[in-house]
C-alpha cells in the first residue's frame, strides 16, 4: 500500500492551485495544507494559520503537524529562505534554498551568474546610484529596459523606447515606487523579438525540460498597454516560432546556469524558469525566476503526465529522472479573466458567477487566482487576475475555441480580458 504523505503547499494564486490540482492527482497525496490559498484552493485543502513568509513559522507548524513535504510556489518564501528552515527541521521541500533564489531575488546576481556561465543574453550595467544611471541612460540615448534588481510582484521592469521613458523609469526606481526592490536598478540593452518561457525541473545536477510556452504581458490585445503578471497563456509553442535549434539552445542554457551554481557550491533544487527573447541571433536571456511561472503553469502542468508528488520528492533527494515525466500531444490554452482597472487600482469583492458551467465544458479547468469565499459563501473576486480559464484539445485552434467559450460563461462586474491569446500561434 502506497504511504500517503501530507503536504502543505504554499501560496494563493492560479499557479498554486494549478500545483495542487496536480498534487492531489497522486496516489501518495494523504492530507492537503494552503496558506494563504484563495477561493478555489480551500475547496480541496485546508488552510494552515501561518504567514507564507516566515521561514520559522512555516517550519514549526510543518514540523508540529508532522507534514512531509512543503511545496513553495511563490517567490517571496524562497528568497526568505523557507526551504532552508523547512529542510533544516528534516522535511522535503520542493524550491530553491535561499542562495539560489537569488536567481529571482536579485537581477544583477543572476546576471554576474550567467556571465560566468556563459550564456547568451541582454548587455547591462547596475547602479546605486540614481546620478550615474541617469548619465548612463542618456550616454545610450535610445531603447533600454530599466528593472529594479529586487522582488516587485512582476511590476519593476520599465520598457523604454526613449531616453524620456529610461529616465522615468529610473526616477520610479530610485523615488521608491517598487520599495527596497529598486534601491538597485539594471539597465539593459533592449532585445527585440517574441518572448518564450521554458520551465526545467532540477535536483542541482539533472536538469528536466518541461513544455515550452508562450505568455502574453500586456494588458490589452496586440501586446498595448502596461506590463502585467500575464493575461494569458498557451503550450506547447509551434516550430515556426520556437525552432528545434531554438528549443536546444534554452535547455543548454538551462543547464550550464545549473551547472555553474553547483560550481559555485550552491544546489539549485526546485523549478528553475527562463524568460527568453528569440532574437535574431538566437535566444537570450530575459530573465531567471526561481520558481513556475504563472500562468505558464496552468497550460504546462494539465498536459504532463506524471506523479508530481514523487517527481517534487525526487528533486530534494537527488535523485530526478526525466524518464519519470511525459507529455501528452494535446494543446492547452488559458485566458486570464482580470478585475476592472487591472495592472493599476481595481475593486474587489465582485460576485463571480457561472465557474461550474464553464467547468463542465469539454477539457475546460478553471484555476482560481484572485479569489476568496465571503462569510455569506459566495465566491467573490479578491485580487487583479481573478481566474484562469485553461481548455486542452487535440488542436490548437479547438483549444482556443474552448477557452474563450468558458469565459462567456463565467460574469463577474468589471470583467476583462484580451481576445488574442495564442493568435500570433496561427
Excluded at 8 to 26: D, F, I, N, T, V
Excluded at 119 to 136: C, I, L, N
Excluded at 143 to 149: E, F, M, N, R, Y
Excluded at 353 to 363: F, K, L, M, T, V
Aim: proline share 5%; hydrophobic share 40%; with cysteine.
Amino acid at each position: 500500500m502506497t504511504k500517503k504523505l501530507d503536504i502543505l503547499l504554499l501560496g494563493a494564486g492560479g499557479r498554486e492551485h494549478a500545483l495542487l490540482k496536480k498534487l492531489a492527482e497522486s496516489p501518495q497525496a494523504g492530507r492537503l495544507y494552503v496558506t494563504p490559498g484563495n477561493g478555489g484552493m480551500l475547496q480541496l485543502a485546508q488552510r494552515a494559520p501561518i504567514s507564507q513568509d516566515s521561514p520559522s513559522e512555516v517550519a514549526t507548524w510543518a514540523a508540529e503537524n508532522n507534514i512531509d513535504m512543503v511545496v513553495v510556489g511563490p517567490e517571496a518564501p524562497l528568497v526568505e529562505g523557507v526551504a532552508d528552515a523547512v529542510r533544516a527541521r528534516g522535511i522535503a521541500c520542493f524550491g530553491p534554498n535561499a542562495r539560489a533564489a537569488q536567481m529571482e531575488g536579485s537581477k544583477e546576481f543572476a546576471k554576474q551568474v550567467m556571465a560566468r556561465a556563459g550564456v547568451p543574453t541582454a548587455s547591462y550595467r547596475s547602479f546605486k546610484d540614481r546620478a550615474a544611471a541617469e548619465e548612463y541612460v542618456r550616454a545610450i540615448a535610445g531603447p533600454c529596459v530599466v528593472k529594479a534588481d529586487g522582488l516587485a510582484a512582476g511590476k519593476g521592469v520599465i520598457v523604454a523606447g526613449s531616453t524620456e521613458e529610461a529616465l522615468d523609469g529610473v526616477a520610479q526606481c530610485f523615488d521608491g515606487a517598487f520599495g527596497e526592490a529598486g534601491k538597485t536598478i539594471v539597465v539593459e540593452e533592449m532585445l527585440v523579438g517574441p518572448e518564450c518561457s521554458l520551465l526545467a525541473l532540477t535536483d542541482g545536477t539533472t536538469v528536466v525540460p518541461l513544455a515550452t510556452s508562450q505568455d502574453h504581458k500586456r494588458a490589452y490585445d496586440g501586446d498595448e498597454g502596461p506590463n502585467t503578471g500575464g493575461m494569458g497563456v498557451y503550450s506547447p509553442v509551434p516550430e515556426h516560432l520556437v525552432s528545434r535549434e531554438d528549443l536546444v539552445t534554452m535547455v543548454d542554457v538551462m543547464e550550464r546556469v545549473v551547472a555553474q551554481l553547483k560550481s559555485e557550491g550552491i544546489t539549485y533544487s526546485g523549478c528553475l524558469y527562463g524568460g527568453f527573447m528569440l532574437t535574431e541571433q538566437g535566444p537570450k536571456v530575459l530573465e531567471f525566476n526561481a520558481r513556475f511561472g504563472d500562468p505558464e503553469t496552468q497550460v504546462v502542468l494539465p498536459r504532463m503526465h506524471a506523479d508530481l508528488v514523487e517527481v517534487f520528492l525526487a528533486c530534494d533527494k537527488g535523485t530526478l529522472d526525466a524518464a519519470s515525466i511525459a507529455w501528452d500531444d494535446d494543446w492547452a490554452v488559458s485566458v486570464v479573466l482580470a478585475s476592472a482597472g487591472y495592472p493599476g487600482a481595481y475593486e474587489s469583492g465582485k460576485v463571480i458567477q457561472g465557474i461550474d458551467e464553464a467547468s463542465a465544458q469539454p477539457g475546460v479547468t478553471v484555476y482560481h487566482a484572485g479569489t476568496s469565499i465571503a462569510d455569506d459563501g459566495s465566491l467573490r473576486t479578491a485580487g487583479g487576475r481573478v481566474l484562469d480559464v485553461t481548455a486542452v484539445a487535440p488542436t490548437f485552434v479547438e483549444a482556443r475555441e474552448r477557452a474563450y467559450a468558458a469565459c462567456e460563461l463565467i460574469d463577474f462586474e468589471g470583467k476583462q480580458f484580451r481576445t488574442d491569446i495564442g493568435a500570433r500561434a496561427l
